[in-house]
């Protein structure tokens, strides 16, 4: 159970790049989500997806976007990117039971843009 | 909104327990309160949540006071591979987890 994973790991992109983040869940979870963490603060969402086939926006969502085809995987993408961007970014997933949402965590993804 | 307030670093003994406050003095009837740790540059890892009883599981204790205005997260015996940073997160919608600052714990030998 290789729980959640994201690739790359790491990454140097130049402004205007585009690339995409790979999340992959094998816990078959309906949720999953992609945050960001810049140094010294929290998570922030970026976008979310409730199921597969259908995504959302989060709290900081602009300059991003997000498809979930199959229910095991939700890509990232960015498709011009920003020095603003560089960040660790964080893939998570949860089931839904009862109302509660407990999130799992992949490792994340460093993007430095220069 | 519902926010949470907590310390910005706290230390504690290796052995000893550690007692991590939080404050979500706007915290409304049907939140939970979450509490998550963040280990050097890892992914976030669930700790333990609650609604209004006190919890414990295998890695901690939670304790919400009756106004439900706050709450200790407790390791009973702590060590060093606790030194995280611990997040107190009051959910406002099942999709929105807002991590605030955290509470940097250092663990001491």
């Known amino acids: 159970n290789a729980g959640v994973t994201q690739t790359p790991k790491f990454r140097v992109l130049k402004t205007g790049q585009s690339m995409t983040l790979l999340c992959a869940q094998d816990m078959n979870h309906e949720y999953m989500y992609w945050y960001r963490q810049d140094p010294g603060m929290g998570l922030r969402l970026i976008h979310y997806s409730v199921g597969e086939g259908t995504t959302a926006k989060g709290e900081v969502p602009d300059g991003y976007n997000v498809s979930r085809l199959k229910k095991q995987n939700f890509l990232l993408g960015l498709e011009s990117a920003a020095p603003s961007q560089t960040s660790v970014y964080f893939c998570a997933s949860s089931y839904r039971l009862a109302g509660v949402y407990e999130q799992y965590f992949g490792p994340g993804t460093r993007l430095t843009v220069t | 909104d519902a926010k949470t307030t907590q310390p910005p670093s706290m230390d504690c003994a290796e052995g000893r327990a550690a007692n991590l406050p939080c404050n979500h003095s706007t915290i409304s009837g049907n939140e939970y309160v979450y509490w998550y740790r963040q280990i050097h540059s890892q992914g976030p890892q669930y700790i333990i949540h609650g609604l209004k009883n006190n919890e414990t599981n295998e890695m901690a204790s939670l304790i919400i006071t009756e106004d439900r205005k706050s709450s200790t997260l407790i390791l009973p015996h702590a060590t060093l591979r606790d030194t995280a940073v611990y997040y107190c997160?009051?959910?406002?919608?099942?999709?929105?987890?807002?991590f605030g600052a955290g509470t940097r714990l250092t663990v001491k030998p």
């Open positions: 997160i009051v959910r406002v919608t099942k999709n929105d987890m807002r």
